[in-house]
């Protein structure tokens, strides 16, 4: 049976800006930790400080998609490297490699097991998505509205972490909500809820804030004898 690209998408262009924290995972993690109500005004600067003060994050991922029974459906590991404005990759490791890079014109995905790239123009594929969150930030305030902000203790036992909530402006969305969860600025899990009831959620380890990626990570040619369908 073939796995269509659109669930190496989803997960990413769909779901990606909920964040939990870079923390080992208990065999069922909730989606946030709780904690006291923060004013929105706060939570707009920690978002703010990631948007304009980090320009480059790269990371290890584990995600974990559950249905509104809350079963388990997929968890996958990978890396994960974003360059702004417009630039990422989210190459997924297990169970099934999948690499998908955005060149800032282009939305590239690629599936070795099938062979196959699909190529999308960026602008169309990423508009009000939290993927563009993360690579353009100036989406921020024009796409998505900031509520129910909160504090939590961050996962590691050490200090806080500002938890925000977005939900799309456009009735249109694929989604319901994005939370964040972020720790000095700097995004360490995200928790997307789709219009379903389920919800996916991405933790990030091992990061890296504002050092070099190299610029063949943030391009793909088409490997050799693949099969490339064209989505405009």
Not at 68 to 97: A, H, I, M, Y
Not at 163 to 172: F, G, I
Not at 211 to 220: D, V
């Given at each position: 049976?073939?796995?269509?690209?659109?669930?190496?998408?989803?997960?990413?262009?769909?779901?990606?800006?909920?964040?939990?924290?870079?923390?080992?995972?208990?065999?069922?993690?909730?989606?946030?930790?709780?904690?006291?109500?923060?004013?929105?005004?706060?939570?707009?600067?920690?978002?703010?400080?990631?948007?304009?003060?980090?320009?480059?994050?790269?990371?290890?991922?584990?995600?974990?998609?559950?249905?509104?029974?809350?079963?388990?459906?997929?968890?996958?590991?990978?890396?994960?490297?974003?360059?702004?404005?417009?630039?990422?990759?989210?190459?997924?490791?297990?169970?099934?490699?999948?690499?998908?890079?955005?060149?800032?014109?282009?939305?590239?995905?690629?599936?070795?097991?099938?062979?196959?790239?699909?190529?999308?123009?960026?602008?169309?594929?990423?508009?009000?998505?939290?993927?563009?969150?993360?690579?353009?930030?100036?989406?921020?305030?024009?796409?998505?509205?900031?509520?129910?902000?909160?504090?939590?203790?961050?996962?590691?036992?050490?200090?806080?972490?500002?938890?925000?909530?977005?939900?799309?402006?456009?009735?249109?969305?694929?989604?319901?909500?994005?939370?964040?969860l972020l720790a000095e600025g700097v995004p360490r899990a995200l928790v997307f809820a789709d219009q379903l009831g389920g919800q996916t959620?991405?933790?990030?380890?091992?990061?890296?804030?504002?050092?070099?990626?190299?610029?063949?990570?943030?391009?793909?040619?088409?490997?050799?004898?693949?099969?490339?369908?064209?989505?405009?």
């Amino acid at each position: 049976m073939i796995r269509s690209s659109a669930r190496a998408l989803r997960p990413l262009v769909g779901l990606l800006l909920i964040v939990p924290l870079s923390a080992p995972m208990a065999a069922e993690p909730s989606p946030l930790p709780e904690g006291p109500s923060a004013s929105t005004e706060a939570a707009t600067s920690a978002l703010k400080r990631f948007v304009e003060e980090v320009s480059s994050f790269e990371a290890d991922f584990e995600q974990i998609q559950r249905d509104d029974t809350g079963f388990e459906l997929e968890r996958s590991e990978g890396r994960f490297w974003l360059q702004r404005p417009g630039r990422f990759r989210w190459e997924v490791r297990s169970p099934f490699p999948q690499t998908v890079v955005a060149d800032s014109e282009t939305l590239w995905t690629y599936e070795p097991d099938l062979a196959q790239v699909t190529r999308r123009p960026a602008d169309a594929a990423l508009a009000g998505t939290p993927a563009e969150l993360l690579a353009d930030g100036s989406a921020l305030e024009t796409r998505f509205r900031i509520v129910a902000p909160e504090t939590a203790t961050a996962l590691d036992g050490e200090g806080e972490a500002q938890v925000v909530r977005l939900e799309p402006r456009s009735a249109e969305s694929d989604f319901q909500s994005v939370t964040l969860l972020l720790a000095e600025g700097v995004p360490r899990a995200l928790v997307f809820a789709d219009q379903l009831g389920g919800q996916t959620t991405v933790r990030f380890s091992n990061i890296t804030v504002n050092g070099e990626i190299a610029p063949e990570q943030l391009r793909f040619t088409p490997p050799k004898g693949a099969d490339v369908v064209v989505v405009e």
